[in-house]
């Protein structure tokens, strides 16, 4: 089944040492998204790809960074995590902008 | 500004007690308001796109419908499976060439819980 895949489920890292967390796609989606969600919070959208095109969010905090090196994957950065970093991140992903986005089991991050 | 409003922030149902969610939105312009359907430490689950006032989507036990302000998610005697956190998001009518374009706004969430 074609579908959204991130890895890994649960990560644990340190206060300040970089983490990267993974989402890979078979559905052939031009688009791609990094959400946070915070404990009973709405997602909050950090940055997508559309194609190649990077777009930020103006209120994503300069820690977090992405990459796109296929059509296939995606990656989120955070370069040195703080405790209020410690969150689930989501990743989906949409055929184009104005197509419904499809969601991945999301990645709980633990920031000791 | 783009805004959803869901109520009620928590519902509990006993099984096959039927009942409605809310999703009350401001938006310049509807490109479209979807639901989700998201279990604990999970990611959301597409359930809905509605487009139009007037338009109605079912699954299941669910029925989602849409007027110029408001959509509801109709549950029909409910299941415990059918606890879950019920998202709704809007998607504005936008600039094809702008970076905000497609974004989602979500709204908070309704929990639900149903009991046996």
């Known amino acids: 089944d074609a579908m959204v895949i991130q890895n890994p489920r649960y990560q644990v890292t340190q206060f300040g040492k970089p983490v990267t967390l993974s989402c890979s796609q078979t559905l052939n989606h031009n688009v791609m998204y990094w959400y946070q969600q915070k404990s009973s919070q709405a997602p909050k959208l950090l940055f997508h790809y559309y194609d190649k095109d990077f777009n930020n969010e103006a209120d994503t905090p300069d820690n977090f960074q992405s990459r796109r090196p296929n059509t296939s994957f995606c990656f989120l950065d955070i370069r040195s995590p703080g405790l209020g970093d410690a969150a689930m991140y989501l990743c989906?992903?949409?055929?184009?902008?104005?197509?419904?986005?499809?969601f991945g089991p999301g990645t709980r991050l633990l920031v000791l | 500004e783009d805004q959803v409003t869901q109520s009620p922030e928590a519902l509990r149902l006993q099984e096959g007690e039927s009942s409605s969610l809310n999703c009350s939105y401001t938006?310049?312009?509807?490109?479209?308001l979807f639901w989700y359907r998201q279990d604990p430490g999970k990611g959301p689950e597409f359930l809905f796109t509605?487009?139009?006032a007037g338009e109605e989507k079912e699954k299941e036990r669910l029925k989602a419908t849409l007027t110029k302000k408001e959509s509801f998610l109709h549950i029909t005697a409910p299941k415990p499976e059918d606890s879950a956190t019920y998202l709704c998001a809007v998607r504005p009518l936008g600039n094809a060439g702008g970076t905000s374009y497609g974004k989602l706004t979500f709204g908070q969430g309704t929990i639900l819980t149903v009991h046996p």
């Open positions: 989906a992903t949409s055929l184009d902008r104005a197509e419904t986005q499809y």
């Open positions: 509605l487009y139009s």
């Open positions: 938006v310049s312009g509807l490109r479209g």
